[in-house]
């Protein structure tokens, strides 16, 4: 194949440029003299060359926007598309702990997210992002981002549950809190009664919904005088039953 001609000029050495040849290939060149009129030469001899492929070394540019969440018991991470026009894939790096050592977790994830589900509740991970181009030169780490994966107690309540509870001092010296806990929605009532098992105050207190609500009785009768120190009984009254619970008022 003829690839360029040049004109000779004789007792000087001269040189032929030869452009878009094929990289990696090994190729053989020749040449020949043609005089002026047209009268071709011999073949001269023969030299090889291997013509390397250029190696690319570029590393893509870094992860942008990398972000880290925790959502159900999963950790859920999320960056923005690489822009590298040879990019491959991504790669994640993780360590337990927050002092932990970072090593390759995951490879080989093309999309700009990644969900881990291999986590326990209520430890500390740290996460990184890279990308890696077709020559698999990887960019550098994205900055490390630490969650905490919390405990989660999912509790469903039948629908027929109800517990009471005081959560304030008891002994109270005033105003006494109380946490109701229903499974179904219904109207709540609170009475008190004193160690004699006298009614000294009743409020009926709406409806309350499913889940937890908290009440209060303000340490006064009926009549709204402020109750002496003693024993009193609480009684909390729903469509799922009623329940009691004492408490101690100390002036």
Same mark, same amino acid.
């Given at each position: ?28 060149f020749a040449m020949v003299v043609v005089d002026s009129s047209g009268n071709v030469s011999e073949l001269s001899n023969r030299a090889?060359?291997?013509? !390397? ?37 991504? =790669? ?98 609170? !009475? ?36 002496? =120190? ?20 100390v002036r």
């Amino acid at each position: 194949v003829s690839l360029s001609e040049a004109p000779a000029e004789p007792g000087i050495t001269q040189s032929v440029p030869v452009s878009s040849l094929p990289q990696g290939q090994n190729l053989v060149f020749a040449m020949v003299v043609v005089d002026s009129s047209g009268n071709v030469s011999e073949l001269s001899n023969r030299a090889s060359v291997l013509l !390397e492929v250029p190696v690319d070394t570029t590393p893509p540019v870094e992860v942008a926007n990398f972000q880290v969440e925790v959502t159900g018991g999963k950790v859920g991470l999320g960056w923005s598309a690489s822009p590298a026009p040879d990019f491959d894939h991504y =790669r994640v790096y993780r360590s337990r702990g927050d002092r932990g050592v970072l090593v390759l977790y995951r490879t080989g994830i093309t999309v700009p997210s990644f969900e881990d589900s291999q986590v326990m509740p209520g430890r500390d991970y740290l996460y990184t992002v890279t990308a890696v181009d077709l020559n698999g030169n990887e960019s550098v780490r994205t900055a490390t981002h630490h969650v905490h994966v919390p405990i989660v107690l999912d509790i469903v309540r039948p629908v027929d549950f109800f517990n009471t509870s005081v959560t304030s001092p008891n002994p109270s010296v005033g105003p006494v809190s109380l946490e109701v806990e229903l499974g179904s929605e219904s109207p709540i009532t609170l !009475e008190v009664y004193d160690v004699q098992g006298r009614r000294i105050a009743r409020k009926a207190l709406g409806s309350a919904q499913v889940g937890v609500t908290n009440l209060r009785w303000n340490g006064e009768d009926a009549a709204g005088r402020r109750v002496g =120190r003693g024993i009193y009984w609480i009684r909390v009254i729903s469509n799922l039953g009623d329940q009691t619970r004492k408490t101690l008022i100390v002036r």
